[in-house]
Structures are given as C-alpha cells and as structure tokens.
C-alpha cells in the first residue's frame, strides 16, 4: 500500500468507528428508523449526482431486483438493527460485534456459494464465535432493559451485511462499484419512507442530533462508501477489508473520548477473540499451511 492508500484506510476505519458513536448519540431522540432512513437519504442524495455524472443510472433499472434485495439486507436491515442496538450497548461493544461481519460472509459463502474453508479459516470462524460469546458473558440480560436483545440485533446485523457481501458477488459482480453503493441507499430511502413517518419523533430533536444525522450521512456513509470502493478498486477486497480489524479500535477511542464510556478487561479480551478469529476466517492470517 501506499502511504495514500493506508491513510484511506485509517480514516474509513475511523468514519465506520465514528458511526456507531454518532447512532448511540441521536438514536435516542430520532428512533431507529427516522434515523436510519435520514443517514440513508443523505447518502443517497450525495451518490446519485455522481452517478449520474458518470451516466450509470441506467445500471440501476438493469438490476432492479439484485439491488432491491442488496438495499434492503445491505443497509436498510441492519442499519435499524444496529441503530436499535445502539439504544442498548456502548459504541465501543457494538463496533466489536460488528467485527464479526466477516465471519457470517464466509460462513454463507460456504453455504452459498460453495466456497472452501480450510483448516485456518474453520478454526477462525471458532475462535470468532467464542469471542461473541465471551463478550454477551455478562451483558445477554434478556429481562426488561436488559441488554440481551440488543447483542443478537447486533448479529443479525451482521449476518445481513454477510447475505448482502454475497448477494453481491453472486448477482452484483459485474455492476460497478458506485452503482452498487449509491442504488443500496437509493432503495434503503424508499423502503424506509413509510416506516419513518409512521414513526417520526414527536419532540423536535436537538441541533446535537442532527449535526450527528449529517455526519453519519455525509461523512460515515457516503465518504465512507466511495472511500471504500476506492480501496477494493486500488488494493483489491482481501486488504480492504482488513479495515474491519480497525473499526473496533476507533469505535472504543471514540466511545470513550466523547461519551465517555467506560471500557471493561473482559470487553477488550472478548474483543481481541473476535478480532483474531476474524482475520483467520477471512484468510488475513494463517496457522495451517495449505496442503
């Protein structure tokens, strides 16, 4: 990589950190799905000029059914989830349960797709899962208020994002990479229209919160996105997504810094398991040599 490759990442790493801050901040006063759909239709209304710039709006009616379910189980899905979640758990939890995205995208691409998992890549999706575990020890509470429910929306948060990786590659491959993020948030906005205004705040939110809309939509979404996209077209998946092993530490630093969450032994442990499970699941590091 190059120093403006690795500066790319370190600051995606820190946007998608900064998210999970940003949704523990306004989700309360905007609900799940006020929020979610705002930080989308920012998104959108960011992309689409690109888009068409570049003349590939046609791309979009060409896969309409592809990119209706990559919206829906790409961002609309876990998106709420997570935003849900994040009336629960701490940004710095939630941004290490998120680590485990690439777990699930490996497990259903064995399922799917019938990708192969060696030694390594099994031992890591283990070693992930009781990361997971190891962190919900002391915070699956399930009774009212207790946490529990927010830690299994985490993950199927990111069982989502590990259909939507792999809908993409199976249906998606071909559609450049602007077209796939600026048509998951166009389709995210229209689904997530209804449920919104059913579902809009009866108080006005504060100024706080909505300077915290924009910058998840302009700067944790959007930049993000082309930031992202920018990197596989660069560098290519396999190093992009080493990104993932960075969103936890910002999510933490910035949790702590500005919300002054408090960080627990047991949630940094837990979270080097997930993190290290993680890297050999997606094939980043290795124990076994391929035979």
């Not at 705002?38 to 590939?56: K, T």
Request: charged residues 10%; glycine residues 10%; proline residues 4%.
């Amino acid at each position: 990589m190059t120093s403006r490759q690795r500066f790319d990442l370190i600051l995606l790493a820190a946007l998608w950190g900064g998210s999970f801050m940003f949704m523990r901040y306004a989700t309360p006063e905007f609900g799940a799905f006020a929020l979610v759909w705002l930080r989308v239709a920012i998104a959108a209304g960011c992309l689409l000029p690109l888009l068409l710039w570049r003349g590939q709006v046609h791309i979009l009616w060409e896969n309409a059914g592809a990119m209706l379910l990559l919206g829906v189980f790409s961002t609309a899905l876990p998106f709420v989830l997570i935003a849900w979640a994040m009336l629960s758990l701490t940004s710095g939890l939630a941004s290490i349960l998120n680590a485990t995205t690439p777990i699930f995208t490996a497990i259903m691409a064995a399922w799917w797709l019938r990708d192969r998992l060696d030694r390594s890549r099994m031992l890591g999706l283990a070693i992930g899962f009781a990361g997971v575990l190891l962190l919900a020890a002391d915070k699956a509470e399930f009774h009212v208020g207790g946490s529990g429910w927010a830690l299994v929306a985490m993950l199927l948060a990111t069982l989502s994002y590990g259909f939507g990786a792999n809908l993409t590659r199976r249906h998606l491959s071909h559609v450049p990479p602007l077209a796939n993020a600026a048509g998951s948030q166009l389709v995210s906005a229209v689904v997530l229209l209804p449920l919104a205004v059913w579902w809009w705040p009866e108080t006005v939110p504060s100024t706080g919160a909505w300077l915290a809309v924009l910058a998840l939509g302009i700067g944790c979404t959007a930049l993000a996105f082309m930031l992202f996209f920018r990197l596989i077209a660069q560098v290519g998946a396999a190093r992009a997504i080493t990104v993932t092993f960075l969103i936890p530490v910002f999510g933490i630093v910035w949790g702590g810094l500005f919300l002054h969450e408090s960080v627990t032994l047991s949630m940094l442990l837990g979270g080097s398991v997930v993190v290290l499970g993680t890297a050999l699941a997606t094939g980043v590091l290795k124990v076994f040599k391929p035979r």
